[in-house]
């Protein structure tokens, strides 16, 4: 498959954002379990499955809330260094 260099930043933003309004709208727990919903989200994103010849891939899951002591955020710069920062940073935490 040859990437598309055509996507940048805010695209791929606005489509977590989509999908994130589609997920919130069409979930209803009452109603059906996260396959349910992956299927929901799917048929919105895309429509006529036999029109497309990629691939993708969604993993949805139920989380239990997290006490505001128990996240963490760190600000990392706009650089491929970043990666390697963010490791060091959270090493620590994860090991103790």
């Given at each position: 498959?040859?990437?598309?260099?055509?996507?940048?930043?805010?695209?791929v933003l606005?489509?977590?954002?989509?999908?994130?309004?589609?997920?919130?709208?069409?979930?209803?727990?009452?109603?059906?379990?996260?396959?349910?919903?992956?299927?929901?989200?799917?048929?919105?994103?895309?429509?006529?499955?036999?029109?497309?010849?990629?691939?993708?891939?969604?993993?949805?899951?139920?989380?239990?809330?997290?006490?505001?002591?128990?996240?963490?955020?760190?600000?990392?710069?706009d650089d491929?260094?970043?990666?390697?920062?963010?490791?060091?940073?959270?090493?620590?935490?994860?090991?103790?």
């Amino acid at each position: 498959m040859v990437p598309d260099t055509s996507v940048t930043q805010n695209s791929v933003l606005a489509c977590m954002s989509y999908l994130a309004r589609c997920a919130i709208r069409s979930y209803d727990a009452d109603s059906g379990g996260l396959d349910e919903l992956c299927d929901r989200i799917v048929a919105v994103l895309v429509p006529d499955r036999e029109q497309t010849t990629d691939d993708a891939a969604l993993l949805v899951i139920r989380t239990r809330g997290t006490a505001a002591g128990d996240v963490v955020t760190y600000d990392l710069p706009d650089d491929p260094k970043a990666a390697g920062q963010a490791r060091a940073e959270v090493r620590h935490p994860l090991a103790a």
